[in-house]
């Protein structure tokens, strides 16, 4: 019985936190915890613990006396992330170079090969999923204590965001699809070759690559966002 419980809240966890990089889940959408309960048979408790553990990771807001919800994208956040992401991705990379394990690298290699298969007959979403996949295992060979939390939450809103370059409008865009696979290969030889400067450099590279993309996530249409989807939250 409690192995069956563990599954189910493994299960409810994974579902959740894939809808949110997806937008299947709109940034701050709530969360409907009765049905949630229902639907992954779970007590209050277990479904409560599981939305914990997506709150502190940057999923889900809990909010005393209201729920939960997913985690709103402002124009404030977005900001900040357009500022903090091209840092943080260097530093990741350079520490990734520096302590990656061969079993990381393996499975790097191993999700960069996902990640082309989504390319050629994937949806937006699974493309999403695979580079999301990919950072993370980034993220994890940096083993960094102070870095590793900031990388993570920032994943997130860089998977919401690229939705939009996962879902190619113009011959340019498909072209940079590509572009951003060979680049995940030069990662990867980087990181292997123990190469810190080549691997900041790429992180810079494969930034610029997607951030002209912010353009397209703001705009309504391009993702059939509602206008309130955002918070015009502009304070400092």
């Known amino acids: 019985m409690k192995d069956a419980a563990k599954q189910r809240k493994s299960t409810l966890y994974d579902t959740l936190k894939q809808q949110v990089l997806t937008l299947e889940l709109r940034p701050g959408a709530d969360l409907d915890e009765s049905d949630l309960s229902e639907r992954f048979g779970l007590s209050r408790t277990p479904l409560r613990e599981v ?9 889900v807001d809990l909010r005393e006396n209201r729920g939960a ?31 990656a394990k061969s079993a990381q690298i393996a499975e790097l290699k191993a999700t960069q090969e996902d990640f082309r298969a989504a390319l050629r007959s994937g949806s937006s979403a699974e493309r999403a999923l695979a580079n999301n996949r990919f950072h993370e295992i980034t993220g994890d060979m940096a083993a960094n ?12 809103d860089h998977a919401r965001i690229g939705m939009t370059f996962y879902r190619p409008q113009t011959n340019e865009m498909a072209e940079n699809l590509t ?21 900041a450099k790429l992180a810079e590279d494969h930034w610029n690559l997607s951030r002209g993309q912010i353009e397209l996530f703001v705009m309504p249409t391009a993702l059939d966002v509602p206008m309130g989807t955002f918070s015009r939250n502009t304070s400092a």
């Open 51 to 59: 939305l914990r553990q997506l709150a502190g990771e940057g999923y």
């Open 69 to 99: 919800r997913v985690t709103e994208m402002s124009y404030t956040t977005l900001r900040d992330f357009f500022l903090a992401a091209p840092m943080i991705y260097g530093a990741i990379l350079r520490l990734a170079a520096q302590h």
């Open 145 to 156: 204590v102070y870095l590793l939390p900031s990388f993570k939450r920032l994943l997130i």
């Open 179 to 199: 572009e951003a696979a060979d680049q995940h290969d030069a990662i990867i030889a980087a990181i292997e070759a123990g190469d810190e400067s080549a691997a």
